[in-house]
């Protein structure tokens, strides 16, 4: 019953010191070791019973592994914010205080100080906010990973650029910041993109100069890839290998039919083409800005 207890709330997990001081003898704890009760995942930390490890088990485990003051960090910590996939095959990721040294095999520790108030609870699990989760991220991801992560964060409201840029007030001198700058700093600022084209297409907008647009953006009911709402034209990443299918196919010439009837410019260009001939592909868009009377937009290029 008490090792039950224990387990319900800690995702199927208890450690060694946790059984003793709820009363268990080392001989009980022993027995059901060898009995197939409990199954030792880390040194002192087990999962209870014969099923398979619930989720978040594992995260549950490398904190009580970690011992007081760990908290899920970087990667692990962005995994429970579904900010960022995380396989299973990685080892969690913790962060502990400095003077914290455990080294519990299976797990990525990293010793490092945590203002109080970079810490949350989710899912009952001790893990970095948001904002902070992204800091520490920015010493492992690259600029296009780490832009994807910023602007999900930003769209589900989880981290504000306003947070983000007090984060590098409070930490001048950590490791990610120059990069977490950089970002917040991109034309335009990080933008969420959904496929490998609208990325593509990304790089090549800002590559170019043009400004001004909005990506993923709904104009008159529908959403379109990229956006000049002041202007009344869009620019649509095209074909099967951006949009799933036939249905979606046809579906995307009707939003094409109804924006053009409410007065809306949209321009198609395929993943294909941006693949493997950008320039003529960005040519052609800054062509039909000048010709369709937005040469002023199709000026402010840097070049």
């Not at 990069?179 to 609208?198: I, K």
């Not at 529908?222 to 202007?231: A, N, Q, T």
């Not at 036939?246 to 949209?266: M, P, Q, S, Y």
């Not at 039909?288 to 199709?298: K, P």
Request: net charge positive.
């Amino acid at each position: 019953m008490v090792i039950s207890a224990l387990a319900s709330r800690q995702h199927g997990v208890v450690s060694r010191r946790q059984l003793l001081a709820a009363g268990l003898s080392r001989d009980a704890v022993t027995r059901r070791l060898s009995s197939g009760r409990l199954h030792e995942l880390h040194r002192g930390v087990y999962l209870v019973g014969h099923r398979a490890a619930p989720q978040h088990a594992h995260e549950a485990a490398a904190l009580l592994a970690g011992g007081e003051g760990a908290a899920l960090a970087r990667r692990s910590a962005a995994a429970l914010w579904e900010l960022l996939a995380y396989p299973a095959a990685l080892p969690v990721c913790i962060a502990v205080p400095p003077k914290r040294n455990p080294r519990p095999n299976g797990i990525e520790v990293h010793r490092t100080t945590i203002d109080p108030r970079d810490l949350r609870r989710r899912h009952g699990l001790r893990l970095t906010s948001p904002p902070r989760t992204i800091l520490d991220l920015a010493t492992v991801l690259d600029v296009d990973e780490l832009e994807r992560v910023i602007a999900e964060a930003r769209y589900r409201r989880l981290a504000s650029d306003t947070e983000l840029r007090r984060q590098i007030e409070r930490n001048p001198g950590r490791h990610g910041v120059s990069r977490l700058r950089m970002v917040l700093e991109l034309p335009g600022g990080p933008q969420r993109t959904r496929s490998p084209a609208e990325r593509r297409m990304l790089r090549l907008l800002r590559r170019t100069g043009l400004t001004g647009y909005e990506l993923n953006a709904k104009i008159h009911g529908h959403e379109v890839d990229v956006l000049w709402r002041d202007l009344g034209f869009a620019l649509e990443v095209d074909g099967f290998d951006a949009h799933a299918g036939r249905v979606a196919f046809e579906r995307d010439r009707l939003k094409i039919a109804v924006l053009k009837a409410r007065g809306v410019d949209v321009m198609p260009v395929t993943g294909r083409q941006l693949r493997e001939d950008p320039d003529a592909a960005i040519e052609r868009l800054v062509s039909a800005l000048r010709h369709g009377g937005y040469g002023g937009l199709a000026k402010r290029m840097n070049g």
